[in-house]
């Protein structure tokens, strides 16, 4: 049994070797290195350009403004493409820009020998500009007079949607005796992902072929998107993604693709290379989006939820990219988490703004719903005086939930379980009770979130995959998926399964990381926590058709039916489990044989229709220094039901991972903007991603159920560690000190600000 | 790859004054820590560097027989940090410096580049100002001593001309013995963090423990340079080590300090630091002291 053991990474050796390849080690030394030339506005249009001067600095190749670029809008998200028009991602860019919508936009590029001059004569570059107000959020934007960004979306909205669930209305609800409600605003910022590996590519011709190397999650989509770009058949495009250095979704874009392959095009094909710096990468690729809401709750004091309210702005910033399916995405968790028993209104815009380009990042959306859903949760409780663990029993999903809109089914459920395993391991009844009624300065407390994730994005868009596996001669099978290995582990769960459905052990396994559109099966690439659940099925159902082939084989050999064959442990068996005959013996047989020579291989796509919910939660316990607004988290403790675990190695440090991304989340990241909407903090010192001493013992529980629509019993596992870390510690600083704050991160100056208007900290104002 | 244009290793220090001299746009370089950040951002075109990274006159510490101190600026952070000299009498010194960035910029970075950087967050100003550290200051004409409660000129500023090495940072006996001392850096996180407040608290007690017979309070970030509290100090001498002792001095200083508002942090915050960590130095410092509070 391969599956279901915590077997090493077959990628371990490698990495930390640095025998893994990764773009920067396979482009040419020859290549030229592009330097992109960034607007210093945030919203206007470029007037003109002027690039004498960086054309005449010795070294300088070529450079090219968003005066010469073809006129082409392409989109940019990594979505299935669509053959159904309404259906297609929002094209709202060209190769470079005049119409300017972000600061940083890209508005003209450089080309030279090497790196030092690129940047040199980029600074070189001088435009002139027809200036426009920034636009910071939603609101702004959305207001009459606001500039419009993009002529195809008069008043910025891209899109809102509604929806009202329930026989009732929420005044209904408010009016039942007794009812209490809540009502408030809560906000999330933008965060980035910090992906250790930067956006890097190389692209080159031979002949008409443009070869794009690229640091991607999503080869065969980057391939759609850079033919879409320069007009181009898209089987002229060959993506080759090499190992990466972590993409969180931010690499579920197509960054600089286009533009690297546009640049050799017009170079004669010469190597060319983007790789942007780290400032770069934070200030202008994508980030995390950012959220307003409006919402509120009615509850009865026996704890039942009767009613809530929902009305979200997410900021897209100025370019489309993944547009409405996060603020969608957001929408949903809100629902599907808990029972309103009279209604639930909801409504989401998803709105153009001069901030940076918001696109996909671990938990497409889930993490911001999941804040507001759990921060509402713990304030209803806490107005109705109910403790927050048993008003989220008594609400909650329950087992075979169906989603009333896209039918996504709870398959399998063990919610109630997760909570009950969290409340004994953090030993919850009893912290509560310990820490009823605190006075002094320093304070404690625990607080939890659930969640419910969704495994893949079927029904909402297409879900497809293939597998590619050959046998050779020496009884070894080398697989192809058109899955990706982002760091996550891919490679060596899909080499368990693929070891698992052959009947073969692990070692005789070679699965090739790299995928090569040329060459590899499709695959739509590395997300939405799909890729165990509808790739591992392309894998096992390619692993089976290729053992019924050996199998047909070693009959022959063997001269018996095939029927009552099997292969185990690298061996053909009959139904007693008697070794016939060696599988390398079958292999050599089939491709050196006089008489019956065939080739051994298999490939099969499977086409997913369906899903499920995969669920979790997390336990936090903090302790609080008011008089200094910092929070120090003692204990964190992530539950998930991810169906059956692969590799619960694997699974465990995923989880770890998603959980580091969630501290820093709910403590101290945010992309910071002055009033023009220029990144102030895109840098590592200044944006602050949690160090190891910032980070507590990372405690991880799994519930494991067995989902029949997954080829292993898996589920979603991914995305969602990431998602419930937030709003547990920000219910445990409720907890703690009885103060609610509504928005992330939970900053020592935002706090103090908090605790000194809820009179924690005595004395007066510094003013 | 970095716009570096020129790059001389200075022999020694009269070498390296020398080379100074001779190149107007010559800069010093010692751990780099600094002037590389500032290169790779195109601060400095076409650098020419002069480095002093490793000259073993301006590294390490020592005690002269009078017992003054003298520091090398070149020493990095983590050597002066695993310094006996300083393990042993200015403590406090080597825990401010082990708080700097994280291990590579400490084994990298020098304690004289955190000086004459200028900047107010410096992890050993608070320390150092404190002391009252002597700045011996070298050029081709010659030396002087600036006490670095004059160094500082404004943010990023400070009295160093571009051709002047800084070869000593003494502390003199009378700056040190019998002080107990005390620092805080309050970050965003705990390592890899430019200040938010530095503050550095040294006391000396009487005889019986239980009075306050100097204070020197120091702090980073608080103004534009950093800053000494004169007042606040002078007001605690000769009064009862107390709890209503340290409320008093933590008000007292806000009187003094002047910090500003930015994206980074609000004065009203920094105030609120400022007065709550000094509260807390103070006591730790008393404690280090030998006195109950």
């Known amino acids: ?173 408010a009016a039942q005796p007794g009812a209490v409600t809540v009502e408030a605003d809560y906000a999330v910022p933008a965060v980035q992902h910090c992906h250790l590996e930067l956006v890097h590519a190389c692209a080159w011709m031979e002949h008409e072929k443009i070869t794009v190397v690229s640091s991607t999650q999503i080869p065969h989509i980057v391939r759609r998107v850079v033919g879409q770009a320069l007009g181009i058949p898209w089987s002229r495009v060959r993506v080759i993604k090499p190992y990466i250095g972590g993409g969180f979704g931010n690499k579920q874009d197509v960054l600089v693709e286009p533009l690297t392959a546009w640049l050799t095009t017009k170079l004669g094909g010469h190597p060319v290379k983007i790789e942007l710096t780290r400032e770069e990468v934070l200030g202008c690729t994508r980030t995390r989006h950012a959220f307003d809401w409006h919402v509120s709750a009615a509850a009865l004091p026996d704890g039942t939820l009767l009613a809530r309210t929902y009305r979200a702005y997410s900021n897209q910033g100025g370019y489309a990219s993944h547009a409405h399916a996060i603020a969608a995405n957001a929408a949903n968790v809100f629902k599907q988490c808990y029972r309103d028993r009279v209604s639930l209104d909801s409504e989401s815009y998803t709105v153009y703004t001069n901030r940076p380009t918001a696109g996909a990042m671990r938990g497409y959306g889930i993490p911001q719903g999941c804040f507001v859903t759990e921060a509402l949760t713990d304030d209803i409780a806490y107005a109705i005086g109910m403790d927050p663990l048993q008003f989220r029993l008594k609400n909650c999903v329950q087992a075979g939930y169906v989603d009333p809109h896209n039918g996504i089914t709870m398959h399998t459920y063990a919610l109630d379980q997760v909570i009950e395993a969290g409340r004994r391991a953090i030993g919850w009844d009893e912290k509560r009770a310990a820490y009823a009624g605190q006075t002094g300065p320093v304070r404690r407390g625990v607080g939890m979130a659930l969640f419910t994730y969704k495994t893949g994005v079927y029904p909402i868009s297409l879900e497809t995959a293939a597998c590619r596996m050959t046998l050779h001669e020496d009884g070894r099978v080398s697989v192809q998926m058109g899955a990706t290995e982002i760091g996550q582990g891919a490679d060596t769960v899909f080499s368990q399964m693929a070891a698992e459905a052959l009947g073969v052990t692990l070692d005789r396994i070679d699965l090739c990381s790299t995928q090569d559109t040329d060459v590899s099966p499709f695959d739509t690439g590395a997300y939405a926590s799909r890729q165990t659940y509808v790739s591992g099925m392309a894998c096992k159902k390619t692993g089976e058709s290729l053992k019924r082939k050996i199998l047909d084989y070693a009959a022959r050999m063997l001269n018996r ?33 006089l008489t019956d020579s065939t080739h051994l291989s298999a490939e099969e796509s499977y086409h997913c229709t369906d899903n499920t919910f995969a669920t979790g939660a997390c336990f936090a316990e903090i302790e609080v220094d008011l008089p200094l607004g910092r929070i120090k988290v003692l204990r964190l403790i992530n539950v998930h039901d991810s169906g059956r675990l692969i590799n619960p190695a694997l699974a465990k440090a995923q989880v770890q991972g998603g959980m580091s991304m969630g501290l820093g989340y709910a403590l101290s990241e945010e992309l910071l903007f002055d009033e023009n909407c220029r990144p102030l903090n895109a840098n590592l010192l200044d944006y602050k991603l949690p160090t190891a001493p910032d980070t507590p013992r990372l405690e991880t529980i799994f519930i494991e159920t067995d989902d029949p629509t997954a080829p292993y019993g898996n589920k979603a596992l991914g995305e969602p560690p990431a998602i419930p870390v937030a709003p547990a510690i920000r219910n445990a600083l409720l907890n703690a000190t009885g103060v609610a704050v509504h928005s992330l991160p939970l900053t020592p100056q935002k706090l103090i600000e908090h605790f000194r208007a809820a009179g924690l900290l005595g004395g007066a104002s510094h003013v | 790859m970095f716009d570096i244009q020129r790059f001389t290793a200075a022999s020694d220090a009269a070498d390296a004054v020398r080379l100074l001299r001779e190149d107007p746009d010559a800069v010093l370089i010692a751990g780099g820590t600094d002037v590389l950040i500032r290169i790779r951002e195109g601060k400095l075109p076409d650098a020419h560097l002069v480095s002093i990274h490793g000259l073993p006159e301006l590294t390490g510490v020592r005690r002269t027989p009078d017992g003054t101190i003298v520091i090398g600026p070149a020493t990095p952070f983590a050597v002066l940090a695993a310094d006996p000299i300083i393990q042993t009498c200015l403590p406090f010194l080597g825990e401010a410096v082990s708080r700097v960035g994280g291990p590579q910029t400490r084994e990298a970075g020098t304690v004289g580049g955190n000086l004459v950087n200028g900047a107010t967050s410096a992890d050993s100003a608070p320390s150092l100002c404190a002391l009252n550290a002597q700045l011996v200051l070298r050029s081709a004409d010659g030396t002087r001593t600036v006490p670095i409660t004059a160094f500082y000129t404004g943010p990023g500023r400070t009295v160093r001309r571009r051709d002047e090495l800084l070869t000593e940072i003494r502390i003199l006996p009378e700056d040190y013995a019998g002080f107990a001392g005390e620092t805080v850096k309050y970050g965003k996180r705990a390592a890899m963090e430019i200040a938010t407040l530095g503050c550095a608290v040294m006391v000396r007690l009487s005889d019986d423990k239980r009075t306050v017979r100097a204070l020197r309070l120091a702090y980073g970030v608080a103004a534009p340079t950093p800053i000494r509290c004169p007042q606040a100090e002078a007001a605690a001498v000769g009064k009862p080590v107390s709890t209503a002792l340290a409320d008093e001095i933590a008000h007292a200083v806000l009187d003094e300090v002047n910090p500003r508002s930015s994206w980074r942090a609000s004065r009203e915050f920094r105030l609120q630091l400022i007065e709550e960590l000094t509260r807390r130095a103070f006591r730790a410092a008393v404690i280090r002291a030998g006195g109950a509070i």
């Open chain 1, 1 to 173: 049994m391969a599956v279901g053991q915590s077997v090493p990474r077959v990628d371990a050796y490698a990495k930390v070797t640095g025998q893994a390849q990764y773009v920067g080690d396979l482009e040419p030394k020859t290549a030229y290195f592009a330097k992109i030339v960034r607007s210093t506005i945030a919203n206007g249009r470029v007037t003109s350009i002027e690039t004498g001067e960086a054309r005449a600095l010795p070294g300088v190749i070529a450079v090219f403004t968003c005066f010469d670029v073809p006129d082409i809008q392409f989109p940019t998200a990594g979505h299935p493409w669509s053959t159904v028009p309404s259906h297609q991602d929002i094209c709202d860019r060209r190769l470079l820009n005049a119409r300017v919508r972000v600061w940083g936009d890209e508005i003209a590029v450089v080309v030279a020998r090497d790196r030092l001059t690129a940047e040199r004569a980029a600074g070189l570059v001088r435009a002139e500009y027809e200036t426009y107000p920034a636009l910071s959020t939603p609101a702004e934007a959305m207001a009459e007079g606001a500039p419009c960004l993009h002529d195809e979306k008069p008043g910025n909205v891209i899109a809102h949607t509604s929806f009202h669930l329930g026989d009732g209305s929420f005044a209904d609800a």
């Open chain 1, 561 to 593: 039916p095939a029927d009552g064959l099997d292969l185990r442990e690298n061996r053909i068996v009959d139904e007693t489990g008697a070794a016939l005959l060696p599988l390398e013996d079958a292999a050599m047989e089939a491709c050196y044989s």
